[in-house]
Nanobody, 125 residues
Framework: QVQLVESGGGLVQAGGSLRLSCAAS???????MSWFRQAPGTEREFVGS????????SYADSGKGRFTISRDDATDTVYLQINTLKPEDTAVYYC???????????????????WGQGTQVTVSS
């Protein structure tokens, strides 16, 4: 079992920045850790991911240039840095973990076994 806890959200004015954290505990071995977000009335949207092996990152087109995912292996924490926040970034942000590799669609929420509770990001204009 893997437990994931997000933190770092809040109310921010457009143009500001936030650093979200996802702390993992329990069985922390994972193949891929990803960030998703979900705004009211929308489907859960892929934001970006980081692989355990090699730390390769991948981002949705909407986040490239503004979103940066990193990790601290010593504390089993994955981060999402969001710069130049826009009102359309307002959403609940979730981290998710997948423990197996193989062929799968990393942008599909159904591919992930473990989820955090989410942290709210609200961007005012």
């Amino acid at each position: 079992q893997v437990q994931l806890v997000e933190s770092g959200g809040g109310l921010v004015q457009a143009g500001g920045s936030l650093r979200l954290s996802c702390a993992a505990s329990g069985r922390t071995g994972y193949y891929l850790m990803s960030w998703f977000r979900q705004a009211p009335g929308t489907e859960r949207e892929f934001v970006g991911s980081i692989r355990r092996s090699g730390g390769r990152t991948s981002y949705a087109d909407s986040g490239k240039g503004r979103f940066t995912i990193s990790r601290d292996d010593a504390t089993d924490t994955v981060y999402l840095q969001i710069n130049t926040l826009k009102p359309e970034d307002t959403a609940v942000y979730y981290c998710a973990a997948r423990t197996s590799g193989g062929l799968f669609a990393p942008r599909d929420p159904n591919e992930y076994e473990f989820w955090g509770q989410g942290t709210q990001v609200t961007v005012s204009s």
